[in-house]
């Protein structure tokens, strides 16, 4: 990959964008996107936009969204807190629970992730159980996410979505 970023190649300014983007470097991943070939045009307004939706600067996200894939632009909803239009777009997956969840449509929420047996995902199906008021569901949702993840047990400890587990 380092003689493609040498030689400018878009999609490798693009790949190493997302790197920084998933280690939380969202100015570093941006850096990369500005040194892409402009020519693979709707990826990089995909990245664009959900880098400055990460780091919060949801007018600039919205601006390369525009020119982005629908899920990016439904993402960047979710962002500047239009649950009800990311959820339109969004219809699985994590990212399609969760703006459910936060639109306050449980049931769909659930749906969404229904077959992911992730970490990720048995500890929002806890924070689901809590809002549902299964406190006994909610601990076996949280104790499977831990178990596949023991990082979760901090986050839960801290988290006032899970405070009837407290």
Do not use: P
């Amino acid at each position: 990959m380092v003689e493609a970023v040498k030689s400018g190649d878009a999609r490798a300014w693009n790949n190493l964008a997302l790197v920084y983007a998933k280690a939380g470097n969202y100015a570093k991943a941006v850096e990369c996107l500005n040194k892409a070939d402009k020519s693979v045009a709707t990826e990089l307004n995909n990245n664009y936009a959900l880098a400055y939706a990460a780091k919060g600067d949801v007018a600039k996200a919205e601006g390369y969204a525009a020119n982005a894939s629908a899920e990016a632009k439904a993402l960047v909803a979710a962002a500047k807190g239009d649950y009800a239009a990311a959820a339109q777009t969004l219809k699985s997956g994590y990212n399609a629970a969760l703006v459910n969840l936060q639109n306050g449509n449980l049931a769909a929420a659930k749906q969404c992730i229904a077959s992911d047996m992730s970490a990720k995902a048995d500890y929002l199906r806890a924070v689901i159980a809590c809002k549902e008021g299964d406190v006994n569901g909610a601990k076996a949702q949280l104790n499977s996410a831990v178990s596949k993840d023991a990082s979760l047990k901090a986050k839960a400890a801290k988290d006032v979505n899970l405070a009837a587990l407290k």
